[in-house]
């Protein structure tokens, strides 16, 4: 059958055409709706001051609401929908609200260095979160350490380095937490062995007494593991109250280390004062649980951190390795001990623990972390942190950092608690392709804290 459309059904599908098309295709933008979005991205960045008054914030808040009324409706521009009027309405009701929402051997050259004598100054900062581990019953009552010198207490050879040196210590540990130390497994077996050793921070060449503040004993045992099957080694401890003065040490939160990256460790060896071993590499890189790596370790370096020398963040802890010394006879024709030594690629390699793969360690606030979180904190109260305008913030004891974002623009600040108008840094930029500048802020807070 012929159907003949008459002109009202005509009206009609040229009606229907048009809806359609209006649904499916946003207006262009026009030109000054361009001009002026920037205009106010431009005028945020401005104002993002310790400097600016209350009156040009409230300025700029008309500026916005002229804008919603002016643009009521959404619109395209290369290719993308611009429908930002939710944002900007959003951004309105947030700043008009009265809260806001908060073990070892020598591999190749003997590497190990007192600290004091490292010519990398990261090192030296790193070692300021490293312990070693003491019998308490060895540490005098006003902090004086055992007198014996590694040379006598191991029958070390005279050729041997440091061997005039002290060494009252049984492992190593270190700092991921305020009162959080971390160790190998084997270094803490027991609560027992837990109360009767203690954690001394600070211990370096001539050091023959530890001060009272940098002694601390072991509270318990927060998680541990030790596990012939899959040579798991870690434990972690709750020392007696907060280790002041020293920070906690970054580490790596997911993935592993790459193959053939330098890496470094700070500790104890054989119980000596602090040394650092640089120069050498990821070796092996299979096991789930382990990589192992050509470090200049011993016996006393069970639990110290091993650091990747690129990103300076913990890659695991030093658990294991090849025996430490062999037995010789002197020219003098005494018998007495001198370090094994292999070449770089030869021997088993030392086995460092995944710091990935411990149980139970402390939050860590990475720049990441802070900046996915600063501009959704609910928890905060609305305050004045050397603004005009509201902001989102987080703070610790001594400092805060604050942030707040405009459309695709972030303004991040940070400043001492004490001088909240005198801004230590800041930035305000595309949050998303200059996000790198925004991370480059809050690092530079994270290490005032």
Known sequence: MFFKPNKLSIILIALSMTLLTSCNEEDKCTETFIKDKQSLESKFKDLYSSKTSSEEFEEFKEQISTFIKTYPTKCEHDGKVQDINSELTQFLKTVNSKSLATPKVIYGNDDRQDIDQATDERYKLWAQSVAVQINTSDISSDGTLPSTTIGDNMSLCSSERFVDQINPGRCSGFLLGEDI???????????????NYSWAFGFTNGV????????????????RKLDNDTEADYAVLKLDRVVQDRKPLKFRASGKIANNTSIVVIGHP???????????????????WFFVGNLDTFGGNSGSPVFNNNTAEVEGILVRGENDYNWV??????????????????????????ITKVDSLPEQLTAQSVFSSLYELKTTTLANKGTSFPVYFREDSTHFIAGLKFLSTCGIHFADQSSTNEWINSKVVECTSEKSQLLEIIDQYLDQI
């Open 181 to 195: 130390l971390v160790t190998a497994g084997h270094c803490v077996q027991n609560q027992s062995e837990c109360e």
């Open 208 to 223: 023959s007494k530890i001060e009272a503040k940098n002694l601390y004993k072991c509270s318990s045992i927060i998680s």
């Open 270 to 288: 054989s119980g000596l004062p602090m040394k650092v071993a640089s120069g050498a590499k990821v070796r092996t890189n299979s096991d789930s």
């Open 329 to 354: 006879t002197d020219d003098s024709g005494k018998y007495c001990k001198v370090s094994n030594q292999c070449k770089d690629s030869e021997c088993r390699g030392e086995d460092v623990t995944r």
